[in-house]
Nanobody
Framework: QVRLVETGGESVQPGGSLRLSCIAFGYTDSQNCLAWFRQVPGKEREGVARMRSGMRTIADSVKGRFTVSRDYDNNILYLDMNNLKPEDSAKYYC????????????????WGQGTQVTVSS
């Protein structure tokens, strides 16, 4: 059974940095996709980054500030967020799927509970 657990969200000031982690229990195949989405109340979930062995994609909205990496030995997906802005405030979710085609929410059958990131002064 696949279970995703996100950690690392907290409140930071604009310009700060955070690292989010997602531990993927029961999801060991490096060819499977792990992704980060984020959501603010009243809006749809937005894809942020996705990664599988040999490929990674960062959304244009965060490119140059966010990076995604993956520890395949320990089944952990990371999201390093730099130069954070108030508009980055959201609940960040980890998601899993066999494919990494796109940031389409309903393509991902597995989701974590999310971790809150708040950027404010």
């Amino acid at each position: 059974q696949v279970r995703l657990v996100e950690t690392g969200g907290e409140s930071v000031q604009p310009g700060g940095s955070l690292r989010l982690s997602c531990i993927a229990f029961g999801y060991t195949d490096s060819q499977n996709c792990l992704a980060w989405f984020r959501q603010v109340p009243g809006k749809e979930r937005e894809g942020v980054a996705r990664m599988r062995s040999g490929m990674r994609t960062i959304a244009d909205s965060v490119k140059g500030r966010f990076t995604v990496s993956r520890d395949y030995d320990n089944n952990i997906l990371y999201l390093d967020m730099n130069n954070l802005k108030p508009e980055d405030s959201a609940k960040y979710y980890c998601a899993a799927d066999k494919n990494c085609h796109a940031f389409i929410e309903h393509d991902y059958p597995y989701w974590g509970q999310g971790t809150q990131v708040t950027v404010s002064s």
